[in-house]
């Protein structure tokens, strides 16, 4: 298997524990009268995936692999419908220790953030995409202006200008003359940015409309959700940290679907 790990022990860790679980689902797959032609290949390809995943983020080789053979093991039974064998103990993980994947836009996130998301993403063994993360200011004013007669409906589907009509009815006149520097500026002068969008301090992200709706559910039981539109006018799930569950409990993944 091709991997980014190049430390010649973890990759004796990571191939015996990828041998041992192609092993076990094949025996098991004999045992259903299920196929065993492709278990190897699959298992391979996804075992490698994760684990480089896992090294990027300096997690030891033998927490990961354990924690990999799980994953693999739960969707490739799924996949060649392969009766599941006796659930494991369930070994202690380290709460500094996180699996999953986080991609997109996620430079400058929140720590809490990006946290639950891996944890979630590890849950359902599905990398999570970041839509939209943080924006600078300039990106945000000037989302603000490109998007201003559309679906932000002239500033008033913003939460921070609805509470602020004043500034809002001034920002309307100058769109409506079409003049962008005094626009930028009226903003730049007058608008708390952080209470704009939360976007600017990396308070927030965006996932797509179309994320899977059991990871939006789960997200949504540490995270505060919205639908709706961006200021950038994409359709999407909105996620913000202002009621963040971290570190998650037991009793808030019990809310999470199994996948």
């Given at each position: 298997?091709?991997?980014a790990?190049?430390?010649?022990a973890?990759?004796?860790?990571?191939d015996?524990?990828?041998?041992?679980?192609?092993?076990?689902l094949?025996e098991?797959?004999?045992a259903?009268d299920a196929e065993?032609?492709e278990?190897?290949?699959?298992?391979?390809?996804?075992?490698?995936?994760y684990?480089?995943?896992?090294?990027k983020?300096?997690?030891?080789?033998e927490?990961?692999s354990?924690?990999i053979?799980k994953?693999?093991?739960?969707?490739?039974?799924k996949?060649?419908s392969?009766s599941?064998?006796p659930?494991p103990?369930?070994?202690?993980v380290?709460e500094?220790?996180?699996?999953?994947?986080?991609?997109?836009k996620t430079s400058?996130?929140?720590?809490k953030?990006l946290n639950?998301?891996?944890?979630?993403?590890?849950h359902?063994?599905?990398?999570i995409t970041i839509?939209?993360?943080?924006?600078?200011k300039?990106?945000?004013?000037?989302a603000?202006y490109?998007?201003w007669?559309?679906?932000?409906?002239r500033?008033k589907?913003?939460?921070?200008?609805?509470?602020n009509?004043?500034?809002?009815?001034?920002l309307?006149i100058?769109?409506?003359?079409?003049?962008?520097?005094?626009?930028?500026a009226?903003?730049n002068?007058?608008?708390?940015?952080?209470?704009?969008?939360r976007?600017?301090d990396g308070?927030?992200?965006d996932?797509?409309?179309?994320?899977?709706p059991?990871?939006?559910a789960a997200l949504?039981?540490?995270?505060?959700?919205?639908?709706g539109r961006n200021?950038?006018?994409?359709?999407c799930?909105?996620?913000?940290?202002s009621?963040?569950?971290?570190?998650?409990?037991?009793?808030?993944?019990?809310?999470w679907k199994?996948?």
């Amino acid at each position: 298997m091709d991997t980014a790990a190049d430390n010649s022990a973890d990759l004796a860790i990571r191939d015996s524990a990828c041998d041992d679980l192609i092993v076990r689902l094949e025996e098991e797959a004999a045992a259903s009268d299920a196929e065993t032609s492709e278990i190897a290949p699959f298992v391979k390809e996804l075992f490698a995936r994760y684990f480089d995943a896992s090294q990027k983020k300096n997690e030891p080789a033998e927490v990961a692999s354990a924690k990999i053979s799980k994953m693999v093991g739960k969707q490739a039974r799924k996949k060649f419908s392969i009766s599941s064998e006796p659930a494991p103990t369930p070994e202690p993980v380290p709460e500094t220790v996180f699996t999953g994947q986080v991609a997109g836009k996620t430079s400058g996130i929140d720590r809490k953030i990006l946290n639950i998301l891996t944890e979630v993403s590890a849950h359902f063994g599905e990398p999570i995409t970041i839509l939209s993360g943080q924006r600078s200011k300039p990106q945000q004013v000037q989302a603000l202006y490109t998007n201003w007669q559309s679906h932000l409906r002239r500033g008033k589907d913003n939460a921070y200008l609805a509470k602020n009509e004043k500034l809002r009815e001034q920002l309307d006149i100058l769109k409506q003359e079409k003049n962008k520097e005094k626009f930028v500026a009226l903003l730049n002068k007058s608008a708390d940015f952080s209470s704009l969008s939360r976007h600017i301090d990396g308070n927030e992200v965006d996932l797509a409309a179309n994320a899977d709706p059991d990871i939006v559910a789960a997200l949504a039981t540490c995270l505060n959700h919205s639908a709706g539109r961006n200021s950038e006018g994409a359709r999407c799930h909105h996620f913000d940290n202002s009621k963040a569950v971290w570190p998650i409990t037991e009793s808030t993944r019990a809310k999470w679907k199994t996948p």
